[in-house]
């Protein structure tokens, strides 16, 4: 098989939709399963072993193992995540894979489709070289990282592997630091009544907002006590609020939700147990993604340096922490930027994606 051109590629990838189905996706048929039939097609053509690991229903894993010379390699898995987040709300067609002004637009273009391509296109050019180098090579299209992650837990928990690179625009930087994230759902229940005696009643809505109150009163400064050297101080933002049925109708039910970022040596559960002791009264839901920390003197991050890709931290989460979480040296690392993420007109620069497939490619053939 000829040696994959990133462009062409990524403009494949861009035209399979694999929106992620939490929330309001913006398509009638979300979920991975269409790009995870592409991916296995493609890999198996590299000469890779490969096989499509069901997670939720109908939302597999793309898992590759590449031929090597010799067991007992130690393993190096490339693992940027087949699921975008929603296309509601986007200026552009989200799926045209449109080249224009030197860029590749549409939906998961720079997050990250776009890495997943610079991947795939740099082992389609080695394909002698790939059995004979130190590390035994492994692709993984991981399904569900833009929610629970799902994915990557579960490939964490099958396979044992010694370096993981997940594919993130970090502008071929590598990020070996980075904050974890806490989801939470806060619920008060109170005592629905006619609003023109609202004493004989209890308003759950004022009792989420002195809940809030007293969190950004006491929590807030809180977080201030541990400073990461890289990525600073954990956050704090309520995202959302929603109560009450009608205007003449005390409310008794309120929910409000928080994103919390968490750095490095703090623990989350910790954060959650301090918002439950100053929110008496309220319910309080978590789940969330650990924050990552790998030692950027490890030999891998090393020689990724030398490369180029100089040791950063970054402030969003990513794949890479559920590994290194099961004790496995784990970064980010892969062409774009993380500002055209998420955006409304998605896109990412050509010359950007020829770099990252010429970096990956280089990378692989240090590991002799």
């Given at each position: 098989?000829?040696?994959?051109?990133?462009?062409?590629?990524?403009?494949?990838?861009?035209?399979?939709?694999?929106?992620?189905?939490?929330?309001?996706?913006?398509?009638?048929?979300?979920?991975?399963?269409?790009?995870?039939?592409?991916?296995?097609?493609?890999?198996?053509?590299?000469?890779?072993?490969?096989?499509?690991?069901?997670?939720?229903p109908g939302r597999p894993n793309v898992v590759a193992r590449f031929p090597s010379d010799?067991?007992?390699?130690?393993?190096?898995?490339?693992?940027?995540?087949?699921?975008?987040?929603?296309?509601?709300?986007?200026?552009?067609?989200?799926?045209?894979?449109?080249?224009?002004?030197?860029?590749?637009?549409?939906?998961?273009?720079?997050?990250?489709?776009?890495?997943?391509?610079?991947?795939?296109?740099?082992?389609?050019?080695?394909?002698?070289?790939?059995?004979?180098?130190?590390?035994?090579?492994?692709?993984?299209?991981?399904?569900?990282?833009?929610?629970?992650?799902?994915?990557?837990?579960?490939?964490?928990?099958?396979?044992?592997?010694?370096?993981?690179?997940?594919?993130?625009?970090?502008?071929?930087?590598?990020?070996?630091?980075?904050?974890?994230?806490?989801?939470?759902?806060?619920?008060?229940?109170?005592k629905a009544v006619h609003a023109s005696a609202p004493e004989q009643g209890e308003n759950?809505?004022?009792?989420?907002?002195?809940?809030?109150?007293?969190?950004?009163?006491?929590?807030?400064?809180?977080?201030?006590?541990?400073?990461?050297?890289?990525?600073?101080?954990?956050?704090?933002?309520?995202?959302?609020?929603?109560?009450?049925?009608?205007?003449?109708?005390?409310?008794?039910?309120?929910?409000?939700?928080?994103?919390?970022?968490?750095?490095?040596?703090?623990?989350?559960?910790?954060?959650?147990?301090?918002?439950?002791?100053?929110?008496?009264?309220?319910?309080?839901?978590?789940?969330?993604?650990?924050?990552?920390?790998?030692?950027?003197?490890?030999?891998?991050?090393?020689?990724?340096?030398?490369?180029?890709?100089?040791?950063?931290?970054?402030?969003?989460?990513?794949?890479?922490?559920?590994?290194?979480?099961?004790?496995?040296?784990?970064?980010?690392?892969?062409?774009?930027?993380?500002?055209?993420?998420h955006t409304a007109d998605e896109w990412i620069d050509c010359r950007d994606l020829e770099?990252?497939?010429?970096?990956?490619?280089?990378?692989?053939?240090?590991?002799?």
């Amino acid at each position: 098989m000829l040696p994959l051109s990133p462009v062409p590629l990524l403009q494949k990838l861009v035209r399979i939709p694999s929106v992620n189905p939490e929330g309001d996706p913006g398509v009638d048929d979300p979920g991975e399963m269409a790009l995870a039939i592409v991916l296995e097609k493609i890999l198996s053509d590299l000469g890779a072993d490969v096989s499509l690991r069901e997670i939720l229903p109908g939302r597999p894993n793309v898992v590759a193992r590449f031929p090597s010379d010799r067991e007992g390699k130690p393993r190096l898995l490339f693992a940027p995540h087949t699921d975008t987040v929603s296309v509601a709300g986007m200026t552009i067609d989200p799926f045209c894979g449109e080249v224009r002004e030197g860029r590749v637009w549409g939906r998961g273009a720079s997050d990250t489709k776009g890495s997943m391509a610079a991947m795939i296109a740099a082992l389609s050019r080695l394909p002698e070289m790939i059995p004979t180098l130190s590390h035994e090579i492994w692709f993984a299209g991981l399904m569900g990282e833009e929610s629970g992650q799902h994915g990557a837990k579960a490939l964490a928990s099958e396979e044992k592997f010694d370096f993981v690179i997940a594919g993130e625009p970090t502008d071929l930087k590598t990020v070996h630091a980075h904050k974890g994230s806490l989801w939470l759902t806060l619920t008060a229940h109170g005592k629905a009544v006619h609003a023109s005696a609202p004493e004989q009643g209890e308003n759950a809505i004022y009792m989420m907002t002195s809940a809030i109150q007293r969190i950004r009163e006491q929590v807030l400064p809180d977080l201030s006590k541990t400073l990461h050297p890289l990525l600073g101080y954990s956050t704090l933002s309520v995202g959302t609020i929603r109560g009450g049925s009608k205007t003449n109708i005390v409310p008794d039910y309120c929910e409000a939700t928080l994103d919390v970022r968490v750095v490095p040596g703090e623990d989350p559960l910790r954060i959650v147990e301090l918002i439950r002791q100053v929110s008496p009264g309220i319910e309080v839901a978590h789940l969330g993604s650990t924050p990552l920390y790998t030692d950027p003197a490890h030999p891998m991050i090393a020689k990724l340096s030398s490369l180029g890709a100089v040791p950063i931290g970054a402030p969003w989460f990513c794949d890479a922490a559920v590994f290194a979480a099961k004790g496995v040296a784990s970064v980010a690392l892969g062409p774009g930027s993380i500002a055209q993420a998420h955006t409304a007109d998605e896109w990412i620069d050509c010359r950007d994606l020829e770099s990252g497939a010429d970096f990956f490619e280089r990378f692989l053939r240090t590991l002799v």
